[in-house]
């Protein structure tokens, strides 16, 4: 009997971790950033890869923060699945 809860435990706690996402955020023309998301600073350092582990399913809001001060900041709203992997590609048009 005290294996069975211990085994009942650990199949639970394993699902518990399956439930959770990733977002992964990319910029190909070596622009850095800083990905905010629902207001908490996700990266300490500026870079050009970012990925963000752990998401419970639910709505989020993304902010990308370019490192040079130039480039205009992008606010999106994405809204992720439970065990999934997300990438997002930012890219930039001219003009």
């Not at 001060?69 to 001219?94: H, W």
Request: glycine share 8%; no cysteine.
């Amino acid at each position: 009997m005290k294996h069975f809860f211990t085994l009942l435990l650990l199949v639970a706690s394993l699902g518990a971790f399956g439930q959770t996402s990733n977002l992964i955020v990319f910029n190909n023309s070596g622009q850095q950033f800083f990905v905010i998301l629902n207001g908490i600073k996700q990266n300490s350092l500026p870079k050009t890869n970012v990925k963000i582990e752990g998401l419970a399913p639910a709505s989020y809001k993304v902010k990308i923060i370019f490192a040079d001060g130039k480039t205009g900041d992008i606010d999106k709203s994405v809204f992720l699945e439970s065990a999934m992997e997300y990438s997002a590609q930012i890219v930039l048009k001219k003009g």
